[in-house]
């Protein structure tokens, strides 16, 4: 069973950076894809980026390409976020999962979840 514990959310400024964490335990192999969605109350979970264990390729949305960069390294998952804006602020969530190609963005195809961290963005 994965287990994911997020850390590293807050509060900062627009155009402010933060740094998300995310453990994993439980063992995720290279079959695996892990990254972040985010979430506003009452809207659905929403795409920010994932990455590939297998070949370590990338995937973001294009609302933060350019300004997020996620990574990995042993057992930490991270999502540096650069040039923060308001409309960045939300529950941010670590996902993993096996998720075909096609279908990368959807979180309906990740089954382990972590608790959340929230982002708040704001002057």
């Known amino acids: 069973q994965v287990q994911l514990v997020e850390s590293g959310g807050g509060l900062v400024q627009p155009g402010g950076s933060l740094r998300l964490s995310c453990a994993a335990s439980?063992?995720?192999?290279?079959?695996?894809?892990m990254g972040w969605f985010r979430q506003l109350p009452g809207k659905e979970r929403e795409f920010v980026a994932v990455i590939r264990l297998s070949s370590g390729y990338s995937y973001y949305a294009d609302s933060v390409k350019g300004r997020f960069t996620i990574s990995k390294d042993n057992s930490k998952l991270s999502l540096q976020m650069n040039s923060l804006k308001p409309e960045d602020t939300a529950v941010y969530y670590c996902?993993?999962?096996?998720?075909?190609?096609?279908?990368?963005?959807?979180?309906?195809?990740?089954?382990?979840w972590g608790q959340g961290t929230q982002v708040t963005v704001s002057s």
């Open positions: 996902a993993a999962g096996r998720p075909i190609l096609s279908a990368i963005q959807s979180a309906n195809m990740y089954y382990y």
């Open positions: 439980g063992g995720t192999s290279s079959s695996y894809t």
